[in-house]
């Protein structure tokens, strides 16, 4: 499954990137997001969490993160599985950090632009095919507003909050919503 997609935040890109940097923080705005740790090499160890109603399925894997601060990007590598029926995933995905040429220089923002290759197999392979780019783009979207969030609340000297589970079903919903054109 190919995946292309970008979004605007506040900041300017120098000052961006170096957020982007701080893997922790990053994880706290991606839906469902947990890290577990991190080994000596610098790979993160974490999962994603999906709720369907009362049940959650984690899938728990690695990723290796490397950045270019000068160029303003980066690259993400990770692999995962659930426990139950062989779901697994593996991703990397590229991004890059410009300035937004719309914005004025006192309120400056820029923009993300990412490319994503994943591989699903077991039991959601099938899943890549009918509604994938769909729901990665509600994910992107809901990510974006998450990271706004984040440093509005950073500049605010607010404590972060912690992840939650992703909910299936409104997830499903805003992809067909955007699917339809139905905001």
């Known amino acids: 499954m190919r995946f292309e997609g970008e ?3 506040p900041g300017n890109p120098n000052d961006l990137i170096m957020k982007f940097t701080d893997v922790p923080r990053m994880a706290r705005c991606m839906p469902g997001a947990m890290l577990e740790g991190q080994d000596g090499e610098g790979n993160y160890f974490g999962a994603i969490v999906v709720a369907f109603g009362p049940k959650k399925i984690k899938f728990k894997g690695k990723m290796s993160c490397e950045f270019n601060i000068s160029e303003c990007n980066g690259v993400l590598k990770g692999r995962g599985a659930a426990d139950m029926r062989a779901a697994r995933v593996g991703v990397q995905t590229f991004f890059s950090v410009r300035a937004d040429p719309t914005t004025e220089a006192a ?48 500049e605010a000297s607010e404590p972060a909050t912690q992840a939650q589970a992703i909910p299936a079903h409104k ?13």
């Open 171 to 183: 997830l499903v919903w805003s992809a067909v919503k955007s699917k339809f054109g139905s905001e």
């Open 107 to 154: 309120n400056p923002s820029s923009i993300v632009s990412i490319k994503s290759e994943a591989e699903l197999g077991g039991v959601i392979a099938d899943f890549a095919k009918t509604g994938g780019t769909a729901l990665a783009n509600v994910l992107m979207k809901q990510f974006a507003a998450n990271l706004a969030e984040e440093f509005a609340r950073a």
């Open 7 to 9: 979004f605007k935040v």
